[in-house]
């Protein structure tokens, strides 16, 4: 029983334990790039700048791209 115990947890806890971490990094990543459009959205209200529809549609490709990196290490992870 001990010996079933102990190849368990070294088979789980670092590459499991890693991949988890990873995903919650990943995960409050995300929320962070959602507060960034949600920043720029508010800011673009404030300030009327010729440069706001840049600033948007980098906010927009930033929450894509780590959406796109939360699926990606969801499948391969």
């Known amino acids: 029983m001990n010996q079933e115990l102990i190849t368990v947890l070294l088979g789980f806890f670092p ?3 890693m991949k988890l ?3 919650i990094v990943l995960i409050m990543y995300l929320i ?3 507060v960034v459009v949600r920043q720029e959205q508010l800011m ?3 300030l009327e700048i010729p440069f706001s529809p840049v ?3 980098a ?3 930033h929450f894509v791209a780590a959406f796109v ?3 990606l290490a969801l499948v391969l992870l």
Do not use: D, S
Request: glycine share 4%; hydrophobic share 85%.
């Open 15 to 17: 590459w499991g334990f």
């Open 21 to 23: 971490v990873v995903l």
């Open 69 to 71: 990196l939360l699926l």
């Open 32 to 34: 962070f790039a959602a």
């Open 55 to 57: 600033l948007r549609i």
């Open 44 to 46: 673009a209200k404030v």
């Open 59 to 61: 906010a927009l490709v």
